[in-house]
């Protein structure tokens, strides 16, 4: 995101996009990192148990991961390539908007699950579930984030793969690295999704029931009534 500010893009949507993709970057950097340094210690033990292991054995997951941020990044590289052949394109609009609105919605959960988590260690109490915020209607709204980014910047990048002037082995290129980094995420949060409702399922009985803010009592069965996976339940 940040070399495709720098390239000084004619077009607006372009810099839009980009912009969009570095304050990805910048977010998730700055979120872990405050995550690492002190928020989270389940978390620094995993940081510290990884830098043990040997540099050539960290390899095949740095440059797999890299390839895969290659892949989700890729309709911005074609956007780019392409914008001096593309007109104003709503669907670019659109996907702009999109991620930035599953940005938002990254951030924000991210944001409300961390300061819970930190308040329950100050007070020490007992580890429990986050059930306010987004995530009373919503059990897994930092993934649904991640996947509405992705798919906004996708969609802000498919223009490019019609753009006037290209073969057709480049067209399919575009297609293929694009829906390979789509998938890929979509391919991921699920997994995630279902691993942590197996988890929240298996741990019910010596979790819940927990007492909420006003004072009432919520249980697991309640608790997944009332809300949704990746899409939030709103009535």
């Known amino acids: 995101g940040g070399a495709v500010l720098g390239a000084t893009p004619p077009a607006t949507a372009v810099r839009l996009h980009a912009?969009?993709?570095?304050?990805?970057?910048?977010?998730?950097?700055?979120?872990?990192?405050?995550?690492?340094?002190?928020?989270?210690?389940?978390?620094?033990?995993?940081?510290?148990a990884l830098d043990k292991v040997p540099r050539p054995k960290r390899?095949?997951?740095?440059?797999?991961?890299?390839l895969f941020y290659a892949l989700m990044t890729s309709p911005l590289l074609w956007h780019l390539q392409s914008a001096s052949a593309l007109g104003a394109s709503h669907i670019t609009t659109a996907g702009c908007a999109v991620a930035a609105a599953g940005l938002l919605v990254e951030a924000v959960a991210d944001l409300q699950k961390s300061l819970f988590k930190?308040?329950?260690?100050?007070?020490?109490?007992?580890?429990?579930?986050?059930t306010g915020g987004l995530y009373s209607r919503w059990r897994h709204a930092?993934?649904?984030?991640?996947?509405?980014?992705?798919?906004?910047?996708?969609?802000a990048g498919l223009p490019a793969l019609a753009a006037p002037g290209l073969s057709v082995a480049s067209r399919a290129g575009?297609?293929?690295?694009?829906?390979?980094?789509?998938?890929?995420?979509?391919?991921?949060?699920?997994?995630?999704?279902?691993?942590?409702?197996?988890?929240?399922?298996?741990?019910?009985a010596?979790?819940?029931?927990?007492?909420?803010?006003d004072g009432e009592l919520d249980s697991?069965?309640?608790?997944?009534?009332?809300?949704?996976e990746l899409?939030?339940?709103l009535f």
Do not use: H
Not at 59 to 66: E, G, H, L, Q, Y
Not at 180 to 194: H, K, P, Q, R
Not at 206 to 213: E, M
């Open 220 to 228: 697991f069965s309640k608790y997944r009534e009332r809300s949704g």
């Open 142 to 155: 930092n993934y649904a984030g991640e996947v509405l980014f992705w798919f906004g910047s996708t969609l």
């Open 59 to 66: 390899a095949p997951i740095v440059v797999s991961t890299a």
């Open 174 to 204: 575009r297609l293929v690295t694009s829906a390979l980094g789509l998938f890929g995420i979509c391919f991921i949060m699920l997994s995630a999704t279902a691993r942590l409702e197996r988890k929240q399922a298996a741990n019910a």
């Open 206 to 213: 010596t979790l819940w029931p927990v007492l909420l803010a």
């Open 19 to 48: 912009a969009l993709v570095t304050a990805y970057g910048v977010r998730l950097f700055a979120f872990l990192l405050w995550r690492q340094a002190g928020q989270d210690a389940g978390y620094g033990w995993k940081i510290a």
């Open 118 to 130: 930190i308040s329950l260690r100050a007070s020490g109490a007992a580890d429990r579930p986050y």
């Open 231 to 233: 899409l939030p339940k």
